[in-house]
Nanobody, 114 residues
């Protein structure tokens, strides 16, 4: 079972990034997937989640209206489109699969800075 994130980087405030998380080793389409983040000196925060069929999405209040979670079950990939990025969005972003034993990706750094 593996999750591999990509797409992080350095972006100016107001910019956009799209994170990807490629999954393998489990039945991806039947699983809710989540994105978390951990900012320096802060607790880990649940950012967004999406059900297996993509029919329901949920967001932290801090990102509502700016971030969009989506998935492509044919590609076993979940995405996080991040728009109107703010300085406080700077964090390591992690993909998570709530299996019997939760599985985490390695994380991808997102830095918002002018």
């Amino acid at each position: 079972v593996q999750l591999v994130e990509s797409g992080g980087g350095l972006v100016q405030p107001g910019g956009s990034l799209r994170l990807s998380c490629a999954a393998s080793g489990f039945t991806f389409s039947s699983r809710t997937m989540r994105w978390y983040r951990r900012a320096p000196g802060k607790e880990r925060e649940l950012v967004a989640s999406i059900t297996g069929d993509g029919g329901r999405t949920d967001y932290a209040d801090s990102v509502k209206g700016r971030f969009t979670i989506s998935r492509d079950n044919a590609k076993n990939t979940v995405y996080l489109q991040m728009n109107s990025l703010k300085l406080e969005d700077t964090a390591v972003y992690y993909c998570y699969a709530p299996l019997i034993v939760g599985v985490w990706g390695q994380g991808t750094q997102v830095t918002v800075s002018s």
